[in-house]
């Protein structure tokens, strides 16, 4: 596994002492989770954002924040992020659905 190294804020690294003590885990394996949630969070962000604007369709969207078609509407809904589609890819998505 490679190895990174950064320079954080004095209140991080405090925080991150917090939360790793918290979680009963050493500092390497909680930054590793949180570099992870916060990837995965940045990732649905920026789909959501280019989402919305009309620049990514659905598909596009779900790749964009590494999660399913499922999943990613669920995060829609869960964000109330209105739809992007047309209604020719509905009636393609009505299709797809009804030949599973």
Do not use: C, H
């Not at 917090?18 to 909680?30: H, I, K, N, Y």
């Not at 992870?36 to 604007?53: D, F, T, W």
């Amino acid at each position: 596994m490679p190895s990174i190294s950064a320079r954080i804020p004095d209140e991080d690294v405090d925080s991150l002492e917090e939360v790793a003590e918290l979680l009963g885990e050493d500092r390497s394996t909680t930054i590793r989770k949180a570099l992870g949630e916060g990837l995965r969070e940045l990732r649905i962000r920026v789909a959501a954002e280019r989402y919305l604007s009309g620049e990514l369709s659905v598909n596009q969207a779900a790749r964009v924040a590494g999660v399913s078609l499922g999943e990613w509407f669920e995060i829609a809904r869960d964000r109330n992020l209105t739809t992007q589609l047309t209604p020719e890819e509905l009636e393609e998505d009505v299709r797809d659905a009804s030949e599973l």
